[in-house]
């Protein structure tokens, strides 16, 4: 199983990018999808997390500005990010829980990088 991140790029202060994550190989079922990110310097945090369900959670600093979804259909999960800040410039990595019907266990993607800045 793979997971293939892509969408990153640089965008002025203001702007918007979705990020994509696409999981590959023998998947029987996935649980949770999340991204997460790692600014130059710092530990890698929590940004918004998707149950199976379809419930999220994001952390406070991109509620209302971040929203994650998926398509179960594509094995995909998606970031959608407006009214960027600089202080989001970071390493996007996106992050599944999967079961190939003997195992569960977690993946990551390789990272995006985000860059905000005028």
């Known amino acids: 199983v793979q997971l293939q991140a892509y969408g990153g790029g640089l965008v002025q202060p203001g702007g918007s990018l979705r990020l994509s994550c696409a999981a590959s190989g023998y998947i029987f079922s996935i649980d949770a999808m999340a991204w997460y990110r790692q600014a130059p310097g710092k530990q890698r945090e929590l940004v918004a997390r998707i149950a199976s369900d379809g419930s999220t959670n994001y952390r406070d600093s991109v509620k209302g500005r971040f929203t994650i979804s998926r398509d179960n259909a594509k094995n995909t999960v998606y970031l959608q990010m407006v009214s960027l800040k600089p202080e989001d410039t970071a390493v996007y990595y996106c992050?599944?829980?999967?079961?190939?019907?003997?195992?569960?266990?977690?993946?990551w993607g390789q990272g995006t990088l985000v860059t905000v800045s005028s």
């Open positions: 992050n599944a829980y999967i079961s190939d019907g003997l195992t569960r266990r977690t993946y």
